[in-house]
């Protein structure tokens, strides 16, 4: 079974900087897409900012400039660094990888932004 599990996340000022991981094991099939949601409380789960094979990664408008993502397919890895960060990043960021046939999900991890 595909395992998903990300690390990283903690509580951090505004304007502070965070990172976090996400490492996939298990999987019998390459891995081609790789991302990171949110999901903030009584909000819905968004897409935060992702990668498909080799393309240029995607970033929602809220976190353009602000984060990057980066991926290490040797390893199976995703990293999303976070910086300046607003209180309004504050929610559960979920590691999302698809291959060609399913998606599957870690199982979160909270960030919360806080003076």
């Known amino acids: 079974q595909v395992q998903v599990v990300e690390s990283g996340g903690g509580l951090v000022q505004p304007g502070g900087s965070l990172g976090l991981s996400c490492e996939v094991s298990?999987?019998?099939?390459?891995?081609?897409?790789m991302g990171w949601y949110r999901q903030a409380p009584g909000k819905e789960r968004e897409l935060v900012a992702q990668?498909?094979?080799?393309?240029?990664?995607t970033y929602a408008d809220s976190v353009k400039g602000r984060f990057t993502i980066s991926r290490d397919n040797a390893k199976n890895t995703v990293h999303l660094q976070m910086n300046s960060l607003k209180l309004e990043d504050t929610a559960v960021y979920y590691c999302?990888?698809?291959?060609?046939?399913?998606?599957?999900w870690g199982q979160g991890t909270q960030v919360t932004v806080s003076s």
């Open positions: 999302n990888v698809q291959d060609m046939y399913l998606g599957y």
């Open positions: 298990r999987n019998p099939f390459p891995i081609n897409v």
């Open positions: 990668t498909v094979g080799v393309g240029s990664p």
